[in-house]
C-alpha cells in the first residue's frame, strides 16, 4: 500500500497526520481514497481533472507532471509526496 507524505499546511484535515497509507494503484486511485477518508483534503488534492497548481506530487521523487499525471502508476510500498509549490525570485 502506497504511503502519501502530506504537507503542514494540509494536515489540519487529516488530524495532524504527517504520514498516511492508502490503497490504489494510480496516483488519481490513491488521492481518491484519500479524500473518501479525509474530505477536507478534497479541493487541495483534485482541481477537477488535475493536480492543482498550488501543490506538487512526486511518486517516489519523480515528478507527476513529467509521467502520467494523475494517472501516473504506484506500484506497492512507493511513497507520494504533496509538496506545496514555491514561487518567487528577485
Do not use: C, K, Q, W
Amino acid at each position: 500500500m502506497p504511503t502519501v507524505r502530506i504537507p503542514t499546511v494540509l494536515r489540519r484535515h487529516t488530524d495532524g497526520a504527517s504520514r498516511l497509507e492508502a490503497e490504489g494503484g494510480t496516483v488519481r486511485e490513491v488521492f481518491g481514497a484519500l479524500i473518501e477518508a479525509h474530505p477536507g483534503l478534497d479541493g487541495s488534492l483534485l482541481d477537477g481533472d488535475r493536480v492543482p497548481g498550488f501543490i506538487n506530487v512526486y511518486v517516489d521523487d519523480e515528478d507527476v507532471r513529467y509521467l502520467d499525471g494523475l494517472d501516473t502508476v504506484v506500484p506497492a510500498g512507493a511513497e507520494i509526496s504533496i509538496m506545496p509549490a514555491v514561487a518567487g525570485g528577485a
